[in-house]
């Protein structure tokens, strides 16, 4: 058997803190198991590597002809380390399926071995999820979902915020592009109505005519919700503006206006990143501003959480 070269990931995400609630397709670990095939040397290069997005080459088969084939695979925490249901089976599987295809069959034995090393250094991650919903139809699939975000544009998707009442899960609400700071309070009450009080407020820049920034970054949001509401109130840095040069000091102004938290956009390759490179922070400089809040809080008699 081939080695399997394991690269470390020097960046590791915080775990998440209630593994009960991990979810399904939307938390993912460290790292990533891959092999490379060509008709010369079959399958090689096995690798562990940082979990990261997949190159290919124009010209590969799957895009062109659908020469492509999935197969899952359950893995279980367990006191004694990560069961996994029915590997060998999953790979016999997968082999027929390549066979089918007139695609390499996998090295079973390989790819097992490089499984087990994935699982492996999936034991030092997990993050709680925070993520978007688009509709009230797919309401069910936010089940393991920690807080459920409702973007600017959904702000006043009545249907859509009723449903939000009736879950029992945090609400992240944004406030829409245009909305005033009444109809945002407002937008809120219809999640009260339907009995969910648990909600997060966030100010992520309005419209205006100002085209050098993404939005203009509204800090008289952060004491006008403290006025007239009881709510918390977190500020979006990176999408108020749309740059990454602007995170830093708007974060600055957030924390001195007293919001309560702060979403910075993170990518470990901004300049290669599907959506908002932008306005994404590198690792190195999410660490420095990271660092910087810590001590302007501190200033402000303001506690980080961990």
């Not at 979990?51 to 899952?72: C, M, R």
């Not at 085209?211 to 509204?218: A, Q, V």
Request: aromatic share 8%.
């Amino acid at each position: 058997m081939q080695e399997i070269k394991f690269v470390e990931n020097k960046h590791l995400k915080e775990k998440p803190k209630d593994q009960s609630k991990l979810g399904f397709g939307r938390i993912f670990t460290d790292y990533m198991f891959t092999m490379e095939y060509n008709s010369k040397e079959g399958w090689h290069n096995a690798q562990v590597r940082p979990y990261e997005n997949l190159s290919f080459d124009p010209a590969t088969t799957f895009i062109h002809y659908g020469q492509a084939f999935f197969e899952g695979m359950k893995a279980y925490n367990a006191v004694d380390g990560v069961r996994l249901f029915r590997p060998k089976d999953n790979f016999a599987r997968a082999t027929r399926s390549a066979e089918r295809l007139c695609m390499p069959a996998l090295d079973e034995e390989l790819a097992l071995e490089g499984l087990k090393l994935l699982l492996e250094a999936k034991r030092q991650t997990g993050l709680p999820i925070v993520t978007e919903i688009m509709s009230e139809k797919h309401l069910d699939l936010f089940a393991d979902v920690d807080i459920i975000q409702l973007g600017a544009r959904n702000m006043q998707n009545f249907m859509l915020l009723k449903e939000l009442g009736r879950c029992n899960k945090p609400i992240l609400l944004k406030r829409g592009l245009s909305a005033t700071m009444e109809e945002f309070l407002m937008a809120a009450e219809y999640i009260f109505a339907g009995g969910n009080k648990q909600v997060i407020l966030c100010e992520r820049g309005i419209r205006t005519f100002e085209k050098m920034i993404r939005n203009n970054l509204d800090l008289s949001a952060v004491p006008l919700v403290k006025m007239f509401s009881h709510l918390p109130i977190i500020i979006d840095p990176s999408h108020a503006a749309g740059r990454r040069d602007m995170v830093q000091p708007l974060s600055r102004a957030a924390i001195a206006a007293g919001a309560d938290g702060l979403i910075i956009e993170a990518h470990n390759d901004p300049k290669h990143a599907l959506c908002d490179g932008a306005q994404s922070l590198d690792l190195d400089q999410f660490d420095n501003v990271m660092a910087d809040i810590k001590r302007r809080a501190e200033f402000e008699g303001r506690t980080m959480m961990p």
